[in-house]
Each structure stands twice: as C-alpha cells, then as structure tokens.
Nanobody
Framework: QVQLVESGGGLVQAGGSLRLSCAAS????????MGWFRQAPGKERDFVGH????????YYADSVKGRFTISRDNAKNSVYLQMNRLKPEDTAVYYC???????????????WGQGTQVTVSS
C-alpha cells in the first residue's frame, strides 16, 4: 500500500508554468512506476504521462508532449510534473497514481491520491 499526496496546483495565466509534486509514503518508492492523470469538470480522467521506476523512460499524451515534463527523485519519494506554456484547456484536477509493475502498453494504476487543482486563465 502506498499513499500519495499531490501539491503545487493553483491559478496561472495562459502561457505560464507550474510544477506539481507528488509525495509517496512508502519505503520502496523505486519499485513503483508513476503516472499523471487529469480530470476536467464534466469529463473523464485522462492520461497525461508516465515515468518508469528509475526515470529512465517517460511517456506523454500527445496533448502535452513538448510542454510537460515528468521527473522523479527516489531519494525524496517524489515525482514531479513540470508544466510549461499552459493553456486554458489544461485546467483540471491533476492526479499522480502509482503501480508496482512496469507495463508501457497499459496506463492502469492501483493507487491514487486526492489530486490538486490547476486552473489556467485566458
């Protein structure tokens, strides 16, 4: 079991940047691959990106590729989402789920945090 707490959300103008953080409460953080998802009001939760156990592989949704970057620091039990050139359509609650296996053909996760709100004004 791992508990996840997202932070760093807020209100930003279009074109601006935000860095989200996700802290995991586990002694074996490096055994979890991590994702980022987002859910806008009235819409389904969408995949944003994924990072492998040691950060050697990352994957991104086309909608954020080139603007968002996922990284992790296993010594700090944390994963990050750097968001640049934000757009109003990036407005959503952002989640960082975890799973204790690696499978680049699937974006299903076992553990979820409560999310953090990101609002991008035009």
């Amino acid at each position: 079991q791992v508990q996840l707490v997202e932070s760093g959300g807020g209100l930003v103008q279009a074109g601006g940047s935000l860095r989200l953080s996700c802290a995991a409460s586990t002694r074996t953080f490096s055994s979890y691959s991590m994702g980022w998802f987002r859910q806008a009001p009235g819409k389904e939760r969408d995949f944003v990106g994924h990072i492998s156990w040691y950060g050697e592989r990352t994957y991104y949704a086309d909608s954020v590729k080139g603007r968002f970057t996922i990284s992790r620091d296993n010594a700090k039990n944390s994963v990050y989402l750097q968001m640049n050139r934000l757009k109003p359509e990036d407005t959503a609650v952002y989640y960082c789920p975890a799973r204790n296996y690696e499978n680049p053909t699937s974006w299903e996760y076992d553990y979820w945090g409560q999310g953090t709100q990101v609002t991008v004004s035009s």
